[in-house]
């Protein structure tokens, strides 16, 4: 659950000879000149590595891909599964243990596209949830599709990004005996990044380093939550009995897959009106209880989203508190002697290196709101 799959490109020759010292690639073919032809190819712990070259840059580069939840449970537990919650403390650990094992940094492996996705237990039939689910931002219309492992399977395709929601109960079956507990009307959620472009204008990520940082993890939390309130999904589509005349044809028509997509209808010509039409839908499912099941469900998301990332928020927020605390009183650190006066307050272990960076981002926050100043030359912080 969370980030989950990523295709990062590494160009850095330096980097490249790095990354080949812990990737075995292996050639797909040869010619008969024994010319290696590319990509040279490898997976570990669940990762495609692939070896190509580029003629405009006339050398090799690194093109790699996978899920990193995947990726976490299979170095950490051998398990090639990720039904199970996956937070931001154990996506920093996956990150960590990948530029350790790369031997580069991060910040020089450049997004592609990446996946966010979460698991919710539903009360209702999986397929039958899915069912409920009529259209995406009032006018994109679900492809239907059958997921392989489980039945059914929508997806909402948009020009930079995409929403995939499908019934992943019968592939978490397999993994029941792994300390997983109840895996009936199991749904996945995910939205998909398309593009580097997007990724950069949408969440702030163009590196896989930026995955480490607490603030864009957040942003990507609320671009999620954003793409999940423009689902329309209903409980019936039965008309109900109490509704007035004109909502009830109102009702009628909105259901329709058609209804906001009909170039015909002039008054949908605005974004404002169709806007307000749909509004006005909304309405009349809340005044009949129509949207419980999806309302249901948003609870059941905006919890997972906060646990995932409750933790590392305190810490940062402690940390704040307590550089501000410092500052106070000593006027002037370095940062070793803050590090020193923050670790002598028992808020964390500093040998952690993914309590380090949580550090990092307490001081980005406090620098970017003003509170603090750095010094670089004689990497002392003062306050503001």
Same mark, same amino acid.
């Given at each position: 659950?969370?980030?989950?799959?990523?295709?990062?490109?590494?160009?850095?020759?330096?980097?490249?000879?790095?990354?080949?010292?812990?990737?075995?690639?292996?050639?797909?073919?040869?010619?008969?000149?024994?010319?290696?032809?590319?990509?040279?190819?490898?997976?570990?712990?669940?990762?495609?590595? +692939?070896?190509?070259?580029?003629?405009?840059?006339?050398?090799?580069?690194?093109?790699?891909?996978?899920?990193?939840?995947?990726?976490?449970?299979?170095? +950490?537990?051998?398990?090639?599964?990720?039904?199970?919650?996956?937070?931001?403390?154990?996506?920093?650990? #996956?990150?960590?243990?990948?530029?350790?094992?790369?031997?580069?940094?991060?910040?020089?492996?450049?997004?592609?596209?990446?996946?966010?996705?979460?698991?919710?237990?539903?009360?209702?039939?999986?397929?039958?949830?899915?069912?409920?689910?009529?259209?995406?931002?009032?006018?994109?219309?679900?492809?239907?599709?059958?997921?392989?492992?489980?039945?059914?399977?929508? +997806?909402?395709?948009?020009?930079?990004?995409?929403?995939?929601?499908?019934?992943?109960?019968?592939?978490?079956?397999?993994?029941?005996?792994?300390?997983?507990?109840?895996? +009936?009307?199991?749904?996945?959620?995910?939205?998909?990044?398309?593009?580097?472009?997007?990724?950069?204008?949408?969440?702030?990520?163009?590196?896989?380093?930026?995955?480490?940082?607490?603030?864009?993890?957040?942003?990507?939390?609320?671009?999620?939550?954003?793409?999940?309130?423009?689902?329309?999904?209903?409980?019936?589509?039965?008309?109900?009995?109490?509704?007035?005349?004109?909502? #009830?044809?109102?009702?009628?028509?909105?259901?329709?897959?058609?209804?906001?997509?009909?170039?015909?209808?002039?008054?949908?010509?605005?974004?404002?009106?169709?806007?307000?039409?749909?509004?006005?839908?909304?309405?009349?499912?809340?005044?009949?209880?129509?949207?419980?099941?999806?309302?249901?469900?948003?609870?059941?998301?905006?919890?997972?989203?906060?646990?995932?990332?409750?933790?590392?928020?305190?810490?940062?927020?402690?940390?704040?508190?307590?550089?501000?605390?410092?500052?106070?009183?000593?006027?002037?650190?370095?940062?070793?002697?803050?590090?020193?006066?923050? #670790?002598?307050?028992?808020?964390?272990?500093?040998?952690?290196?993914?309590?380090?960076?949580?550090?990092?981002?307490?001081?980005?926050?406090?620098?970017?709101?003003?509170?603090?100043?750095?010094?670089?030359?004689?990497?002392?912080?003062?306050?503001?």
């Amino acid at each position: 659950m969370a980030l989950d799959y990523f295709h990062a490109v590494v160009y850095d020759e330096d980097d490249v000879n790095s990354i080949r010292k812990y990737v075995t690639f292996r050639p797909v073919g040869y010619l008969d000149t024994q010319e290696i032809i590319y990509p040279l190819v490898d997976e570990i712990y669940g990762l495609e590595y +692939k070896l190509l070259y580029s003629p405009e840059l006339n050398r090799e580069f690194v093109d790699v891909k996978g899920s990193l939840h995947k990726f976490y449970n299979n170095y +950490k537990y051998n398990k090639n599964q990720n039904f199970d919650d996956f937070t931001f403390s154990q996506l920093q650990e #996956a990150l960590l243990t990948l530029q350790k094992n790369w031997g580069c940094n991060l910040k020089h492996a450049f997004i592609k596209s990446f996946e966010f996705g979460i698991n919710i237990k539903v009360d209702t039939i999986a397929n039958d949830f899915i069912e409920r689910i009529l259209y995406y931002n009032t006018r994109v219309l679900p492809e239907d599709q059958s997921y392989v492992n489980s039945g059914k399977q929508i +997806k909402f395709k948009c020009d930079s990004y995409y929403i995939k929601i499908y019934n992943k109960s019968q592939e978490a079956e397999l993994f029941k005996h792994e300390t997983l507990n109840d895996v +009936k009307n199991l749904i996945r959620i995910e939205v998909k990044f398309r593009d580097s472009d997007y990724c950069k204008k949408a969440v702030k990520v163009e590196a896989l380093s930026d995955f480490l940082e607490i603030e864009k993890f957040n942003l990507i939390v609320k671009s999620f939550k954003s793409h999940w309130k423009k689902i329309l999904m209903i409980n019936s589509l039965i008309t109900p009995k109490e509704l007035s005349e004109s909502d #009830a044809i109102h009702f009628g028509e909105c259901v329709k897959s058609k209804y906001f997509n009909n170039p015909i209808k002039e008054f949908f010509n605005s974004r404002q009106t169709r806007r307000n039409h749909y509004n006005k839908f909304i309405k009349i499912l809340d005044s009949v209880k129509y949207r419980t099941m999806y309302l249901d469900a948003s609870d059941i998301i905006d919890y997972k989203l906060s646990f995932l990332t409750h933790y590392e928020n305190e810490i940062v927020e402690k940390c704040m508190e307590a550089i501000i605390t410092s500052l106070k009183i000593f006027h002037k650190l370095h940062l070793n002697e803050l590090i020193k006066e923050i #670790a002598g307050k028992s808020i964390f272990d500093f040998n952690n290196e993914k309590n380090q960076l949580l550090l990092k981002q307490a001081i980005c926050r406090l620098e970017d709101a003003g509170h603090i100043k750095h010094f670089p030359i004689s990497n002392k912080y003062i306050l503001i």
